[in-house]
Every structure is written in C-alpha cells, then in structure tokens.
C-alpha cells in the first residue's frame, strides 16, 4: 500500500532524472494500489527544438527509469504497458532486489563548467567505463577532443541562426535569480556555470543582439563551450539501435549517466551533435558507427573540480507532477 507519502517520495525521485532543458515533462497517476501511469504534460513541449516530441519521450523515458530505481529501494519491480500513444502503465510486482545505480540517482548532476584539468589519469576508470556501457564509443585522443570540440561549437551556431530556436531556448533559461521559476525548471545561471554577468551577456546574444553580434563575428565567440570541451577526460558518443523507441532510449540514457557518476565522473550531453542529422552523420561515420545504430548524444566526461559548489536541483515539487486518477 503506498502512501500519500510514499507517491509524493516516489515522485521527486522519479524526477531528479534527467529531462531536456530541464522541462519536466512527465506526470504520475497513482491509479489504485497496484497500477501508476506515467502521462506526458501537452503543455511541456519544445516546438521548435523537438518538434516530434523524441526529447521528451526520452525524459519521460529516463523518469521511468528513476521511478523503477526508486521502487526497487522498496522491494517493488514493475510490469511495464503502453495502453495507449506516450502512456506508460507500470504494475508493481513484490518481490524486486535494490538496483545498485539507485545509490547514485541523488548525486547525478549535469556538470557545464570546466573539468578539472589537473585530474589524475583515467585509463582506468575510461576502461571500466566502456567494459560497463558498450554503447558509448569513447574518445580520449587530444587532438580529436579539439576537433569534436571545434565542430561542437559551429553545429551549435548553426543552430541558434534560428529565431524561433533561440526564443524557445530563451524561454527556458533563468538567467537572474528574479525569475520565478529559478529554482523550479529550466536552465537556470548557477546550472549553466554562468556568473551573473555571464548569464546577462548570454540574454542579449541569443535574444535581440543576435543578429548584429552574429554579422560582425563575435556571437560564435560569445557562445564557444569549446575549452570546455577540451578540458573532458573523454567524449563518449552515446549510441542506441536505430529502430529503438525513444522512451526506452530514454531509460538507458539515464542508466549510462547514473553509471558515469558511480565511477566518479560528471558530464554535459552536447545533444545538438546527434540532432543536426549532417553532424550525427559525420560523427557516426568517424567512429565507424553502423546505420543500425543511432547517435543519441555525445557527452562531454570528465572530473569535477575539487572546488566546484553544486547547487541545489531545480525541480517542481511533486505535488504539481501528481495527476489525480
Ligand atoms: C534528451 C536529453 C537531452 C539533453 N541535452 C542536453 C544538452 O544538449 N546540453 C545540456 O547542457 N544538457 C542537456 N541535457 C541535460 C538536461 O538539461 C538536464 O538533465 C536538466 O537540466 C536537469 O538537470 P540535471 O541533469 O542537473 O538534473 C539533456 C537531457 C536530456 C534528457
């Protein structure tokens, strides 16, 4: 028997999961004692960034994913359904045995500043990283990283040319602690490793200084993540069968991560490489990827700095994601 409690807990461990852009987009129903169904927000979407919606089947995927991680802390497993189009029904079954990654569901943070460059060699942990997720084809090559890192930066200009896009991300960024919802979804400066007058620059280039900063040159500069990139233990190409449903690609994807911080490493998907298909084509073709796979992602690994300050998570409280049956 679960509890108001109980959901309302089940819930906010669900959603540390990842989402894209941090939308949170999906809902629970606890149906009777037995049966919970996940449903996805209409009013969470990203039009212009994810027009069929594949982001965020793949978050309410990975919130799937935290929720069966969080029941197997409680002895429960679940049977899974798709009765109908984005619904997901779970029946609980007793009976399950704690999954070890659940451990590492409360400390999994996206990282976007700089990796800790003095960090000690990773063969190692890079060996016990590919031994544990063969679907990830890691790159630890310097002057690939540079490559990948340069590329990474033009894909990422190419795709802000868009006004719809970059008013869409807009929407989504808290660039000052004024805004609302800064500590409830989206993006918000401390999560961008943006200082205050980072987060304000990056207001004006992707809002209305865009265009002039674009023609005379600088907005690639202003937007460039790719010292970033470069200060990465590794990038891992995150790869799925091509005819995989988004949802259970999803599921994997928060697996993968929650396996990268159990060996200690953060990271930051650069998900525009596996969305511009002229990108995931040539990354793909690089790494000798066959057309049955998919490139989902491509994240940046690395260590955290010693000194680096986590925030707090911004999430929704539960009690918003709860649908009444
Ligand atoms: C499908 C998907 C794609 C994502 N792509 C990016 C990305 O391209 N860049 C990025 O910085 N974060 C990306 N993220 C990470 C989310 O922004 C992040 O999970 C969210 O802001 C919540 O923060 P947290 O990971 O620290 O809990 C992605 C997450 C998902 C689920």
């Known amino acids: 028997m679960l509890t108001p409690q109980d959901q309302l807990a089940l819930i906010s461990a669900a959603n540390r999961a990842p989402s894209v852009h941090n939308i949170q987009p999906t809902r629970f129903r606890f149906d009777d004692d037995r049966t919970i169904t996940l449903l996805e927000d209409p009013a ?3 039009h212009i960034g994810d027009p069929a919606g594949k982001d965020n089947q793949k978050s309410i995927g990975a919130a799937l994913e935290g929720l069966m991680l969080a029941l197997s802390e409680r002895g429960l497993g679940a049977e899974l359904s798709k009765p109908d189009d984005g619904v997901v029904r779970l029946r609980l079954v007793t009976g399950a045995t704690a999954d070890p990654l659940a451990a590492c569901v409360e400390t999994r943070a996206s990282w976007r500043g700089m990796f800790d460059r003095t960090a000690r060699d990773e063969t190692q942990t890079l060996a016990r990283l590919a031994e544990a997720c ?3 084809h ?3 090559a310097p002057d690939a990283i540079a490559d990948l890192a ?3 930066d033009k894909v990422s200009l190419e795709v802000v040319q868009d006004r719809a896009y970059r008013g869409e ?4 960024m808290r660039l000052s602690r004024g805004n609302a919802n800064y500590w409830r979804d989206g993006l918000n400066a401390e999560h961008m490793a943006l200082s205050p007058f980072e987060a304000f620059a990056a207001g004006i280039v992707l809002g209305g200084g865009f265009p002039l900063l674009n023609g005379i040159g600088v907005a690639g500069p202003l937007m460039a993540e790719s010292a970033k990139v470069r200060s990465a233990a590794c990038v891992a190409l ?3 069968p091509a005819d ?3 949802l259970d690609t999803g599921r994997r994807f928060h697996r993968v991560w ?3 911080e159990r060996l200690g490493l953060c990271l930051c998907p650069m998900s525009v490489l596996g969305d511009v298909p002229h990108a995931a084509t040539r990354l793909m073709s690089e790494a000798s990827l066959p057309a049955t796979r998919k490139l989902v992602t491509a994240f940046r690994i690395g260590r955290r700095p010693a000194n680096a300050r986590k925030s707090p998570r911004a999430r929704l409280p539960a009690s918003e994601l709860l649908v009444a049956p």
């Open 134 to 136: 063969p679907d990830l």
């Open 244 to 246: 995989e449903p988004e």
């Open 169 to 172: 991300l807009l929407s989504w």
């Open 44 to 46: 969470r979407r990203l």
């Open 138 to 140: 890691i790159i630890t």
């Open 258 to 260: 929650l396996e990268i």
């Open 238 to 240: 995150f790869h799925r």
């Open 150 to 152: 340069r590329f990474y």
